[in-house]
């Protein structure tokens, strides 16, 4: 039994007299988890993070080699939301205003009309993000983290509330552009899914993949619980010791002896509401130390830079490198938790 789950089972033990507050995130989350598990076979705890990416509000990067679930994943996010949903396949001719459109000339009105582009959209898939080049994968940095796309001098506000959710293969191929710090850094968790096990990848081949699966899934929620959803997460407790331990990871990150760039500021604020959201799928509607653990790697490994101290690590960043798991790992084994 994975973390997330364990942590589900043990909220039915629990008292709701403190939980009142939340049990419509709980339950939303909890059906929410159950339909990415219906399509996603074998990555209980990358489909534990994604279901924490919607509750919290926070984009969400998926990174993996091909063909291990990446876009099915995203698209049963898209699916469980019952709101408009936009995708934009990565490629090198892409253009910034592919993503947040551009202005026209319209002969009725005789001026220059703003079209919008598919990052206007409650929810934005942007499948292989880092095959598309650096103008184009800034156009996305506004948008993430100011929502409203500025153009021809005028700030259009996207829907509310949205998340982004990207993919990207292995940034070591051909072909791909890796992405800068400050785009990364506007990814409020990165999840890597893995390869699946024996019996897990069997089954995928009997049902002939997740398609079928995909088409059946009934959304859990629409806008207006969504924000009503993230409200009610936002809300969670917080006290000052548990608020320093977070601080205190991040800042250990940037004089880690193999950590060239540490995670910043911004990195702080996520982690605590990723840990909101884990409170809330444990049924608590207080954080502990234990949820700021268990979401530091997803929200803080794809955030750092590390050194050349292993062989082709120089440089490297990004959910998928094991590296980078192991020094926060590191990092969270050598900060003294809050005692209660």
Not at 116 to 144: C, I, K, Y
Not at 252 to 277: D, F, H, Y
Request: aromatic share 4%; net charge negative; proline share 6%.
């Amino acid at each position: 039994m994975n973390k997330l789950e364990t942590a589900i089972d043990a909220a039915d033990q629990l008292s709701n007299d403190d939980t009142s507050d939340t049990h419509l995130a709980n339950e939303t989350g909890r059906r929410l988890y159950d339909n990415l598990s219906h399509v996603v076979l074998g990555s209980p705890w990358a489909l534990g993070v994604a279901t924490m990416s919607v509750l919290s509000g926070l984009n969400l990067l998926i990174e993996d080699v091909p063909g291990v679930g990446k876009t099915m994943l995203a698209k049963a996010l898209a699916t469980s939301l019952q709101t408009n949903f936009s995708r934009i396949q990565g490629h090198p001719d892409l253009l910034p205003s592919d993503i947040t459109g551009t202005s026209i000339w319209s002969d009725t009105t005789k001026s220059w009309e703003f079209r919008p582009g598919p990052v206007f959209s409650h929810v934005l898939l942007v499948d292989e993000l880092n095959r598309t080049p650096p103008r184009s994968q800034s156009a996305l940095l506004e948008t993430m983290e100011e929502g409203q796309v500025t153009a021809d001098g005028k700030s259009w506000p996207l829907p509310d509330p949205q998340i982004v959710i990207a993919t990207q293969n292995p940034v070591n191929q051909l072909g791909t552009y890796p992405l800068v710090a400050s785009q990364l850094d506007r990814f409020g968790m990165a999840i890597n899914i893995g390869y699946p096990d024996e019996v897990t990848e069997e089954s995928l081949v009997l049902r002939r993949g997740s398609q079928d699966r995909l088409e059946t899934l009934t959304p859990v929620m629409d806008t207006s619980v969504w924000k009503e959803v993230q409200k009610s997460v936002s809300s969670v407790k917080v006290t000052s010791k548990v608020a320093h331990f977070a601080v205190e990871l991040c800042r250990k990150t940037r004089n880690w002896p193999q950590i060239t760039l540490g995670a910043s500021p911004r990195a702080s604020i996520t982690l605590v509401q990723a840990a909101r959201a884990h409170a809330v799928l444990s049924n608590r509607n207080f954080v502990t130390p234990d949820d700021i653990k268990a979401l530091a790697v997803p929200c803080l490994a794809h955030r750092i830079i590390t050194d050349g101290s292993m062989p082709n690590t120089s440089g490297i960043r990004g959910s998928n490198s094991s590296y980078a798991h192991h020094i926060i790992q590191d990092v969270i084994n050598s900060t003294q938790v809050p005692k209660p």
